[in-house]
């Protein structure tokens, strides 16, 4: 098959996942950047930039995308056994619960920063790294929604 032809009445539902989806990587990748340039010498100020993009962007970005996803789903009919619809839910579930794990740790860093702490410490270290596997996790499914292996 060259192309398949989508209904119309999935396009709303399809954008609100898409965009949902695109505020969440864009504010995790945010996220990672001010965690990682957190070390300099405005450690304290970047931090919170990074707290609060994971905690106002990043989760409301999560709840916009997953309802948009179910809204698709249930307007597509798709096959529940499909392998690009598991990649989808495997990482939006993993993703959340590390999203979630992720901006905690932020916070304890911006706390620790606020204090006159030397740089992110391993909160930060930690946060950042836990961001740096939820982006590669979403181009994952990000390559998954496109190309629907299998």
């Not at 999560?62 to 619809?85: L, T």
């Not at 990649?87 to 993703?95: E, H, M, N, R, S």
Request: glycine share 16%.
């Amino acid at each position: 098959m060259l192309a398949a032809i989508r209904a119309d009445s999935v396009n709303i539902a399809l954008l609100v996942h898409v965009l949902g989806a695109m505020l969440l990587v864009g504010t995790v990748a945010a996220g990672v950047g001010a965690v990682i340039l957190s070390r300099s010498e405005r450690g304290a100020a970047l931090q919170r930039v990074a707290f609060r993009v994971l905690a106002a962007g990043a989760l409301p970005g999560y709840i916009v995308m997953r309802v948009g996803a179910e809204w698709v789903k249930s307007k597509e009919h798709a096959p529940d056994d499909a392998s690009w619809i598991g990649i989808g839910y495997g990482v939006a579930d993993l993703g959340l619960l590390l999203l979630i794990v992720a901006t905690i740790l932020a916070g304890l860093a911006l706390r620790r920063a606020k204090r006159g702490g030397e740089g992110p410490g391993g909160t930060g270290v930690a946060a950042g790294t836990i961001l740096s596997i939820l982006l590669i996790g979403y181009g994952i499914a990000i390559w998954a929604m496109t190309t629907k292996p299998g």
